[in-house]
């Protein structure tokens, strides 16, 4: 909503959300005293009318006119971040329902009959609302994909599969490091940490011997004791 005008004659710290600018800050820092610093991140900026705005950002120091520049790449992530809060909150709609229903069953003294369909029902309303996140899953336009411990696809929708140039029925259950060369994916573990969200880009192989750049946000999942679980 900015005209070029007012763009360029403010400072580029006034577009990003206060609670986003000593990130934004720190890392240019780094950039320029040649600090390695993620390669992407998310920030939020301010539109005209003050509300914010998510955007993914990457960057990269060159030579502009004989003084070290940044060059940075920007891409609107407003509805991917909206999907995946609205993801979120199913989810933990989902985990109440569970501890909700299982109180419920451990205080209450009744016959075994009614234990019983009082458990079919809660697998049926659970069933539903799985049924509704994947439907959310699918539509998503950015590929989503679920990998275990031993390194098997668990999970995925259309556009992870599209990506891979795949049925989702024939990935499940293969290893993923079937479409990497063993040196970058190996690479790529060693850069990941297992309890952050990161990005990296990857080259992928296909079955049919085609080779394209994929960006990667892993994002670490834990189970019900907090140990590793993909």
């Known amino acids: ?10 400072s580029y710290i006034e577009f990003i959300a206060p609670e986003d600018r000593p990130v934004v800050s720190e890392g240019i820092d780094k950039c320029f005293q040649g600090v390695q610093t993620p390669t992407c991140i998310e920030i939020r900026l301010i539109r005209h009318d003050q509300t914010y705005f998510w ?18 790449f920007a891409n609107d992530i407003t ?15 989902l985990e109440e329902l569970v501890q909700q229903r299982t ?25 539903e609302q799985s049924t509704f ?13 679920i990998i275990g411990t031993d390194e098997t696809i668990q999970f995925c929708n259309r556009a992870f599969a599209f990506i891979f140039e795949e049925e989702i029925e024939r990935l499940l259950g293969e ?13 790529f573990l060693q850069q990941t940490d297992s309890r952050s969200v990161t990005t990296h880009e990857l080259p992928l192989h296909t079955r049919h011997s085609r080779k394209k750049y994929i960006q990667v946000t892993a994002s670490p999942r834990f189970g019900e004791r907090g140990e590793f679980a993909g």
């Not at 950002?57 to 060159?62: A, F, L, P």
């Not at 016959?111 to 069933?127: H, Y």
């Not at 996140?133 to 590929?143: A, K, M, V």
């Open 103 to 127: 109180a419920e069953l451990s205080e209450a003294n009744v016959q075994l009959n009614w234990e019983i369909n009082e458990r079919k029902q809660m697998e049926r309303s659970l069933l």
């Open 1 to 10: 909503g900015y005209s070029s005008e007012e763009v360029a004659a403010a």
């Open 55 to 72: 955007i993914e950002v990457r960057s990269t120091i060159i030579d502009w006119e004989g003084r070290p520049a940044l060059l940075v």
């Open 133 to 145: 996140l994947e439907n959310i899953i699918s539509g998503i336009q950015e590929g989503i994909g």
């Open 175 to 187: 290893n993923v490091r079937l479409f990497f060369d063993e040196a970058d994916w190996t690479h």
């Open 79 to 93: 509805e991917r971040k909206r999907a995946e809060a609205e993801l979120l909150r199913y989810q933990n709609h």
